[in-house]
C-alpha cells in the first residue's frame, strides 16, 4: 500500500496540490484524513456534495468501515486522533510510535484501497505529529511531500475573510512553530522519506516542480502536464475537508502574489526580518 502525505502549515498550497496530483493516472486524493471520523461520525458530506454513505467514491469504505468497526470503537479513534495528532503533541510524535493510532490509521486506509485497488492514496492532513506517525507503518509505504510558502504570503492569506483568520503577529507565530517542527520531522524521517516543495515553485514553474515530484514519489504525472500544458481546468475530486477551493467543481492553477501587491513594502520587509531565519532556509529573498 502507497500512501503520499502532504505536510505543512495551512494556507501553504496543500490543497492545490493535492489536487494536481489526483489528477494523475494512479493517484487517488481522498482530502485530509484526519477529519474522516468527525466526517463519519458528524454525517458532514463529501466534496461532491453527497453524505459519505451516499456518494460514489465514498460509499462502499463505509461499509467495510461498518463492518469491521463499531461506532464506539470509531469514537474512541477519533478522541485518540485529538490525543496524538494536536500541534501540542508533535514532540510525543518525533520521540515515538504511537501503535494504537497507528493501527486504526493503516486499517483505515486499507479500506479505502480494498475498494479502490492499485493506486496510491494521498492524505493533505498537513498536520506534523499524523505525518510522523503514519511515517512508521511499516506495512505502508509513506512519501511526505513538506509544503512550505512565503510568509508574507500565509499573513495574506489569513487575512482573506474565509474560514479560519488570523492576525499578522498569530500567523508568524503559527507559521514559526509549525515549520520549526516540519524541519525537525524532515530531518527526523529522512531525505528518501520527505521531499520539500515551494508553493513558489509549484505556481511558477510548475512542469520542474512536477518533474521532481514524479521522481520522488514514482510515479506517471504526464497527465498533469499534459492538462497544464493545455490549460485544462483540474477536476476536483471526491475529497474529505480541505479549504474553500473544494466547493469548485473544477480549478486552476493561477499563482497568488497579491501580498507583493497589498502589504506596504515596510511591512515586507519587516515579516521578512522576523521570521529569520525560516526565510532563509526556505530561499525566499527580501
Known sequence: MKIIYLMGAGR????LLATL?????????????????DYYLDKKPCSCGADLDQCEFWS??????????????????????????GHRHIIKSLLRS??????FQRQLFEHVAAVHPNVTLLDSAKYISRGLQLARIKEAEVKVVYVVRDVRGVIFSFGKKVQTQK???????????????????????????V???????????PEESLSHLETFLDQDLSAVNSKLKAKEPFQMPHIIAGNRLVS????????????KQTQPRAMQMLY?????????????RI
Open 195 to 205: 521531499m520539500r516543495l515551494r508553493y513558489e515553485s509549484l505556481v511558477e514553474s
Open 60 to 85: 462502499k469504505v463505509i461499509k467495510r468501515l461498518e463492518q469491521n468497526h463499531s461506532r464506539q470503537e470509531l469514537i474512541e479513534m477519533n478522541q485518540l486522533r485529538d490525543r496524538v495528532e
Open 167 to 193: 492576525s499578522p503577529l498569530s500567523a508568524m507565530i503559527y507559521y514559526k512553530l509549525i515549520n520549526f517542527f516540519g524541519l525537525l520531522a524532515q530531518w527526523t524521517m529522512g531525505k528518501g522519506k
Open 272 to 284: 521578512y526580518l522576523l521570521n529569520l531565519p525560516l526565510q532563509l532556509i526556505f530561499k525566499y
Open 21 to 37: 496530483l489526483g489528477n494523475a493516472k494512479g493517484i487517488t486524493t481522498l482530502g485530509e484524513m484526519h477529519q474522516f471520523l
Open 248 to 259: 469548485a467543481k473544477h480549478i486552476e492553477l493561477k499563482p497568488d502574489f497579491a501580498w
Open 98 to 103: 504511537n501503535k494504537a493510532y497507528q493501527t
Open 12 to 15: 501553504s498550497g496543500t490543497t
